[in-house]
Nanobody, 126 residues
């Protein structure tokens, strides 16, 4: 059973940066594919980024490509989301997710992830 705890959210002005962290425990972290999702009020949960456990291939939503970077430190059992050039539309609760077996074709589907953190709020002011 994997436990995930996000941190690093907060209030930032448009154009600013934040780095979210997701600390994992209770499993072999290096064997898990990791993702970040977000959910704004009144909207569905949406895919942000994904990093494969093997090979480190990354995938991004078009809306964040070039601005966000997902990385992981297996020694620290932590995955990060570096967010630059933030926009007001990036405001949401950000969730970390993990699963051992996710085909590449469905990494953008939140239903495919078995483990979730509690979320961290990111608010970008204009």
């Amino acid at each position: 059973q994997v436990q995930l705890v996000e941190s690093g959210g907060g209030l930032v002005q448009a154009g600013g940066s934040l780095r979210l962290s997701c600390a994992a425990s209770g499993g072999t972290f290096s064997n898990y594919n990791m993702g970040w999702f977000r959910q704004a009020p009144g909207k569905e949960r949406e895919f942000v980024a994904h990093r494969r456990w093997s090979g480190g291939t990354t995938y991004y939503a078009d809306s964040v490509k070039g601005r966000f970077t997902i990385s992981r430190d297996n020694a620290e059992n932590t995955v990060y989301l570096q967010m630059n050039s933030l926009k007001p539309e990036d405001t949401a609760v950000y969730y970390c997710a993990a699963d051992g077996r996710i085909p590449v074709r469905v990494v953008r589907s939140w239903e495919e992830y078995g483990y979730w953190g509690q979320g961290t709020q990111v608010t970008v002011s204009s």
